[in-house]
T-cell receptor, first 112, second 114 residues
C-alpha cells in the first residue's frame, strides 16, 4: 500500500541553523500539507500546498518557513533560522482529493 | 483554540467490549470529520471519516456517528482488540476554500486490556 515517507526521522540542530525536512507524498496525490506537534500538545496545521503554490498557511508559518515541490515527487519544508520553540514532530500529509489526508511517520526536530 | 475537543484524555476497555471515543466541536463551518489512530513515534493513521451530510459511517469494526445539532461525534470500536491500544485523534475540516486544513483534538489514549 502506498504511503507517505519522510526524511530524516530525527534531526538535531543548533539554534539559528537552517533545516530542510523532506517528504515524498503518495504519487497520485494532489494536495500536500505540513503539520507539527509540539510535545504534549495538539497536532497543528502549518501549511497547505496545491497546484504548485501555497493555498493556506497558519500564523505559525511565518517568514522563517518555506515549502517547495522541487520535482515531481518531493515536498520540502525549510526553516531558515531555527528557534528553540521549533522543536517538534513535523508531519507531512498528502491527499488525492482534499478530504482524506494521509500522514507520514514524521520528523522529530530538536533545536538546541 | 479549542475548536475540536476530546474531553477524555484516556479510556480503558476490556478486550471484546465496545470502545466509545467522543469528540465535540464548536465551529459550525466544519463539514468533514476524520478519526486517526497514532502509535508512539509514528504518524497519524487514517481510520474512518464522515461528511456532514451523513450521520453514520461504518467500516468493519469502526463506526463513526455524527450529531450535527449537538456538534458531537463519536467513534465506536466493536469488538475492541489489544492492538487497538493507541492514541485516537478526532480531526475536522472546513471545505470553505481552505483545502480542508484539519483541526485536531488533543487525543484520547485508548488501552484495551486482554
Amino acid at each position: 500500500e502506498p504511503e507517505v515517507t519522510q526524511t530524516p526521522s530525527h534531526q538535531v540542530t543548533q539554534m539559528g541553523q537552517e533545516v530542510i525536512l523532506r517528504c515524498v507524498p503518495i504519487s497520485n496525490h494532489l494536495y500536500f500539507y505540513w503539520y507539527r506537534q509540539i510535545l504534549g500538545q495538539k497536532v497543528e496545521f502549518l501549511v497547505s500546498f496545491y497546484n504548485n503554490e501555497i493555498s493556506e498557511k497558519s500564523e505559525i508559518f511565518d517568514d522563517q518557513f518555506s515549502v517547495e515541490r522541487p520535482d515531481g515527487s518531493n515536498f520540502t519544508l525549510k526553516i531558515r533560522s531555527t528557534k528553540l520553540e521549533d522543536s517538534a514532530m513535523y508531519f507531512c500529509a498528502s491527499a488525492v482529493v482534499s478530504e482524506t489526508q494521509y500522514f507520514g511517520p514524521g520528523t522529530r526536530l530538536l533545536v538546541l | 483554540d479549542q475548536q475540536v475537543k476530546q474531553n477524555s484524555p484516556s479510556l480503558s476497555v476490556q478486550e471484546g467490549r465496545i470502545s466509545i471515543l467522543n469528540c465535540d466541536y464548536t465551529n459550525s463551518m466544519f463539514d468533514y470529520f476524520l478519526w486517526y489512530k497514532k502509535y508512539p513515534a509514528e504518524g497519524p493513521t487514517f481510520l474512518i471519516s464522515i461528511s456532514s451530510i451523513k450521520d453514520k459511517n461504518e467500516d468493519g469494526r469502526f463506526t463513526v456517528f455524527l450529531n450535527k445539532s449537538a456538534k458531537h461525534l463519536s467513534l465506536h470500536i466493536v469488538p475492541s482488540q489489544p492492538g487497538d491500544s493507541a492514541v485516537y485523534f478526532c480531526a475536522a475540516g472546513d471545505s470553505g476554500g481552505s483545502n480542508y486544513k484539519l483541526t485536531f483534538g488533543k487525543g484520547t489514549l485508548l488501552t484495551v486490556n486482554p
